[in-house]
């Protein structure tokens, strides 16, 4: 148990449905991210927030939309996905930008 | 281009043995760090090193750094099969804002 909580565990939902990913963690942190993990390729980082405001967006596609209420919880909504959009979506949290990170368990998103 | 790349891409080793990842990256860092994943599961960070360290130590695992030769080695001694995983190296470059993530080590410990 890392302090960071990711629901749902697995997703699976069309391309012209809307959900949403939620994150929270229970360790006081001031920064959140967003990473999606693809099979054979690295993790790749999505968004970061610091102190709740988006300090980095790597130039994803507007069909994920990040939502960061509090420092504690992170939200990534989903809407018209494409099938190459299944992955492992993680979130993870860390006291100082870009130290030591703690991931939540991930969702298991597939897109048909 | 991906600035962390893990050798060997996978290893398998009896239980009892040592096991030795390495990780290349390609620009200066202000830190590397080392992931252990679960298979489907969420990563568990296991030791940062910065730059101007050498080595540390935590429990059965050491790392080694060297900037000179832009590398780093993950060694976990005495293997379990619990420690069967894939390990991943992370860095920070001088620059800061960002953390890049290598494809990974499968580590399979077998008894």
């Known amino acids: 148990e890392t302090g960071v909580t990711q629901t749902p565990r697995h997703l699976v939902m069309g391309m012209t449905n809307k959900k949403s990913l939620k994150c929270e963690q229970h360790?006081?942190?001031?920064?959140m991210y967003w990473y999606k993990q693809s099979a054979k390729k690295p993790l790749e980082l999505m968004f970061v927030?610091?102190?709740?405001?988006?300090?980095e967006n790597n130039s994803v596609p507007s069909r994920f939309s990040p939502e960061c209420p509090n420092s504690s919880h992170l939200f990534l909504h989903l809407h018209t996905l494409q099938p190459e959009d299944s992955a492992l979506y993680l979130c993870?949290?860390?006291?100082?930008?870009?130290?030591?990170?703690?991931f939540g368990p991930g969702t298991r998103l597939t897109v048909t | 281009s991906q600035q962390g790349e893990e050798d060997p891409q996978a290893l398998s080793i009896q239980e009892g043995e040592n096991a030795t990842m390495n990780c290349s990256y390609k620009?200066?860092?202000?830190?590397l760090q080392w992931y252990r994943q679960n298979s489907g599961r969420g990563l568990v960070h296991l030791i940062l090193?910065?730059?101007?360290?050498r080595e540390k130590h935590s429990g059965r695992l050491r790392v080694t750094l060297d900037t000179s030769k832009k590398s780093s080695s993950l060694l976990i001694t005495a293997s379990r099969a619990a420690d069967t995983a894939s390990y991943f190296c992370?860095?920070?470059?001088?620059?800061?804002?960002?953390?890049?993530f290598g494809t990974g080590t499968q580590l399979k410990v077998e008894l």
């Open positions: 620009t200066s860092i202000n830190n």
């Open positions: 360790l006081g942190h001031n920064a």
């Open positions: 927030y610091s102190l709740e405001e988006r300090v």
């Open positions: 993870a949290s860390s006291q100082d930008f870009f130290g030591e990170q703690y």
């Open positions: 090193i910065r730059s101007n360290e």
């Open positions: 992370a860095t920070e470059p001088g620059g800061g804002n960002k953390l890049t």
